[in-house]
Structures are given as C-alpha cells and as structure tokens.
C-alpha cells in the first residue's frame, strides 16, 4: 500500500509550476496526436477494424517495451560486503534480506536480450517488416499504402515504451524502494524503541532522578552532568544506524581502565538480550562518575553512574548489537562495539 502511494504521489502530485507546465504541453501534444489519428482513420476502408487494429498493437507494443526498460533500468540493492581470509562475505542487517530474483533475473534477460539482438539483428527486421505488412492492411486507404506508418508506428511505440519505462525506473521508482525502506526502518525502530522502554523500567527512573540533580546543580558549567550531555551533543555522528560508533576514541581499554561486556538471552522477553555492561578501573583516580552513551532506540541515551569501589555497572536489555560510548569524571573516553566482542549470540550481533 505505501508503495502505490508513492507511485501516485510521483506520476500525479506536480509540486511546482514547471512541472504543471510540462503537463499542460504533453496533454496537449497527446490531443493533437489524437486529432491527427482520427483524421486518418476517417479515411480508412474500415474504421473501426482500423482504430481496433492500431490501439491494440500500440498498446502491445508498448507493454513489451516498458518490461525491457523496467528490467534494464531496475536498481540494486546495495549490499554490505568485506572481505574476510580471501573471500567475500555479505553482511545481513536483520533476520531477512530483500528479495534479489527479480534483479538476478533483470541481469540474466538484459544479457540474453542484448546478445540476441546483436546475433539475430537480420530476423529481428524481417518480424518488424512482416508485423507492418500485417498491420498496414487494416490502416491502408484507397489512395495509400499504409506499411510506412505501419512500420514507424511499430518502432515508435516500443521505443517509447521501452524509453519512457527505463527512464521511470532510473529516476523515480529507486527512490520509492528508498522512501519505503526508510519508513520501515522508522517504525522499526519505534517498535523497538518501545520493547526496550518496557524492558528498562529503571532507565526512565534515572532519567528522572538525574534530571533532578542537574536541575538541582548549582554551578551548571563544573557540573559532570552538563559536560557529558554537551559532549554528546556537539559530536559528530558518523553512522547513522550505530550513532556512538567512532565518537569515543574507538578503543575499549585506556591504560587504567577497561570496558566489558557479557550478552545473553533473556529469559522473560524472548526478542531481547540482557546486556551487563562494566567499566573497571586498576587505580582509583578519584573519578566518581562516568556517563555511558547508548543506541538512539534507548531513552534516555545517556545513562549516568557512579563508580563502586574501581567498577560501575550498567545492566539493561537490548534487541541488537550497538556501540557503547563511556566518558568518566577524569576525562577518560572507552568505546565498545558489541557486534565484535567475542562469545555474543549470532542473532544479537546480526541485528
């Protein structure tokens, strides 16, 4: 459904003057056409067999020559690849991939169609000649032959179709797969957003009491808080799909401390993992807290925590992979991709 609402937005919504414009000029070349056509048919032996005739082998024509454009201009999916011990792997992004039958098949009959056309160039003649003999018997007068317009009328709409199709498909119809793409995306993201809320009862309470406290504080400038929350918001973000990834020094372990992880299946909420997050330090520096900066399908993304002894924990529940990004009170930055740490769960890393 969203995708023939796309399809109708692009062929009929025009959005500017100039594409109303060039509206007004194709209806009115289309009426003139007409006009000229029903001023030959009127002449004609038969009329009716001859606008029959024309109407059904223009369409037919045009049909065919729309499914080759479609299949010449038909875009690809984008596919992760790397390059792992001398072979290529494609990376999955979920539980399912697209489906590719149509692309492959695109590939196969565009190479079949170009190489017979080139072998069998002198058949492929003889059919238009022998399909305009056929036709120009319906469209002939009593004055004229028709085999001329016959044989334009054949090339002409195939052409067009196969033009006007190729170039539909080039311009327009990868840019509804991507509208589409992305709205699925958004409510994916949602409906996981939500499952982790409900997960995370006590990230909404952190969320509260720490608003409280930096509420409360009363040099804002010194505040770990208001320094943690400007560094998240002034970073930039790289990845789109992991926000934290690249944003924290990308390493996992800095001298006097070092970020873990441990993932497994939850027991009560099957689609989720239980993730027990630690940071530990050998030496207390006398840091107190630290902030870990989490996925955007989390809320609040910026958990804060003080240390227990040399260590500060973060146990929450989480349906994919992500990067984690840590900042302490002693401006010690740690970053970890889960997707790599080693013993998670398939399903988790893939997600």
């Known amino acids: ?3 023939t609402n796309s399809i109708t937005n692009y062929l009929f919504n025009s959005g500017s003057s ?38 059904f082998t223009a369409f037919s024509l045009f049909i065919v020559g729309a499914s080759i454009g479609f299949l010449f201009g038909l875009p690809r999916i984008n596919r992760n690849t790397v390059i792992t011990n001398g072979s290529a792997e494609t990376i999955s992004n979920g539980n399912y991939n697209e489906n590719t039958n149509l692309e492959e098949v695109s590939d196969w009959l565009t190479k079949i169609i170009v190489g017979l056309t080139m072998v069998k160039i002198n058949t492929i003649l003889s059919w238009i000649d ?55 995306e958004r409510l994916s993201k949602e409906e996981i957003s939500e499952k982790q809320a409900l997960a995370n009862p006590e990230l909404n309470e952190n969320t509260r009491s720490d608003l409280e406290r930096f509420i409360k504080t009363t040099d804002i400038e010194s505040s770990f808080n208001s320094k943690a929350i400007l560094a998240d918001f002034s970073r930039k973000v790289y ?13 996992y372990e800095d001298g006097n401390y070092k970020l873990s992880a441990f993932v497994n299946q ?12 630690r940071v530990d330090r050998v030496i207390n520096d006398q840091a107190q807290q630290l902030a870990f900066f989490l996925h955007d399908t989390f809320n609040p993304k910026v958990i804060f925590k003080t240390f ?41 890393r893939l997600r």
């Open 239 to 251: 990845y789109k799909d992991d926000i934290q990834k690249d944003r924290w020094g990308g390493k």
């Open 308 to 348: 227990d002894g040399n260590t500060a924990y973060l146990n929450i529940k989480a349906y994919g992979a992500f990067t984690i990004g840590v900042l302490t009170e002693s401006n010690v930055e740690l970053e970890l991709d889960l997707s790599k740490v080693e013993g998670v769960p398939e399903l988790f």
């Open 1 to 3: 459904m969203k995708i």
């Open 130 to 184: 022998s399909g305009a003999n056929t036709l120009s018997r319906s469209l002939s007068t009593d004055h004229f032959s028709a085999f001329g317009f016959a044989y334009a009328s054949i090339v002409f709409y195939f052409l067009a179709g196969c033009g006007m199709s190729y170039y539909w498909t080039r311009v327009f119809f990868w840019r509804i797969l991507e509208q589409n793409k992305r709205e699925v």
């Open 266 to 277: 939850d027991s009560k909420y099957s689609e989720l993992f239980n993730l027990n997050i």
């Open 18 to 55: 100039s594409k109303g414009l060039n509206a007004v000029k194709f209806i009115l070349f289309g009426i003139t056409a007409l006009g000229c056509l029903m001023i030959y048919f009127s002449k004609v032996i038969n009329p009716v067999a001859a606008i029959n005739s024309y109407v």
